[in-house]
């Protein structure tokens, strides 16, 4: 299929999977309903966990809401395209199903020249992750094949770049708060904004702030375990970013190259999967937190939520 037949899939209430930066997103028309539902039950998606959605221009914001604050708009202006999703007061006629009741609405950009063009052309797409629900995010076209059957409709645009979900940021409060950490980390917000932004809590993303960070995402089926390593066994895999260890086959070696570690994590637990692995090492990354912050901190959040030993 070319671009065309996806865009008139959205159009005729269809879902699609495409790709932005981050992951792959699973699309449908922000307007209609009964896609949305479709996207729900596709994924297998708890009702209660909201959607972002995405645009190709700032003007569609005002479709969704009705001011933009200051220290939002400042970001758009900084970040957009870009893996920044911004939580702002959602317009009444938003659809509840996208919002999961909330009075606020999730809007990102994505810079990725398919998503741009795809959403230019459809209008503004809601896109949860397209995998599964409990599964890793899907970082390349097969993941989501994998997921959702070897028919289903998915633009394929390689592996994409970060490798990890979106940053998303509230800006309906006093103060900027990161409920989700992504590729953009505070010390790239902070000097936009001139003023300090907070991060939220664990026990304040359980309710309602941040729906999303209470389910147990990113599970691969080989258990992941988080520290430090001292010996290898043939049946799981490894990865590492030191040499502390062997150059076995099971062995990966990030050498604490975060940003690659980052793109390619989530593609690692797929593969340990299909491998057969029993169990997947991560070691400590600590070491590597102020060459990347904002990845370091993305990682450590997502290799919580995928791991057996926390
Ligand atoms: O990078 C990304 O953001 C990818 C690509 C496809 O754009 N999308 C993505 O969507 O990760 P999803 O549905 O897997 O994650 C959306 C996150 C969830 O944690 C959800 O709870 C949060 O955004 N979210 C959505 N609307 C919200 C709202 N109104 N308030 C707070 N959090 C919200
Ligand atoms: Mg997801």
């Known amino acids: 299929m070319n671009l065309d037949q ?12 495409f790709p932005t930066e981050t992951v792959y997103g699973l699309g449908a028309d922000a307007w209609n309903p009964s896609a949305i539902q479709k996207v729900f039950e596709t994924k297998g998606r708890p009702a209660d966990n909201p959607l972002i959605v995405h645009i190709s221009n700032q003007d569609q914001v005002f479709d969704f809401v009705e001011k933009i604050p200051e220290r939002a708009k400042k970001l758009m202006d900084a970040f957009w395209p870009g893996p920044l999703t911004i939580v702002l007061q959602k317009k009444p006629k938003v659809l509840d199903l996208i919002t999961a009741g ?18 230019a052309q459809t209008g503004p797409l809601v896109a949860p992750s397209a995998n599964r629900s409990g599964r890793p995010s899907p970082t390349k076209a097969e993941h989501v094949r994998a997921d959702f059957g070897a028919k289903f409709p998915v633009i394929d645009g390689g592996a994409t770049e970060v490798g990890l979900e979106s940053t ?10 990161i409920l ?14 001139g003023e300090k932004v907070a991060i939220a809590s664990k026990a304040d993303s359980e309710v309602p702030k941040s729906p999303g960070q209470k389910y147990s995402h990113y599970k691969p089926q080989a258990a992941v375990y988080y520290g430090e390593i001292d010996s ?10 030191t040499d502390t260890i062997g150059k076995e086959k099971n062995v990966i070696n990030y050498k604490g190259d975060l940003i690659r570690f980052s793109k390619e994590l989530y593609d690692r637990f797929r593969q340990a999967d299909l491998e057969g692995y029993n169990s997947i090492f991560i070691e400590n990354i600590d070491a590597f937190s102020k060459k990347a912050p904002a990845y370091y901190a993305a990682l450590l959040n997502r290799i919580e939520k995928a791991c057996s030993n926390k």
């Open 168 to 177: 998303v940021v509230d800006s309906s409060g006093e103060q900027i708060v």
């Open 180 to 193: 989700r950490p992504g590729k953009i980390g505070l010390s790239d917000l902070e000097p936009v904004l």
């Open 102 to 119: 909330l009075d606020t609405v999730a809007i990102r950009m994505p810079d990725h020249p398919i998503a741009k063009s795809f959403i």
């Open 232 to 241: 290898i066994m043939r049946e799981n895999l490894y990865l590492v970013q």
């Open 6 to 17: 996806y865009i008139q899939l959205i159009k005729a209430g269809e879902i699609v999977a």
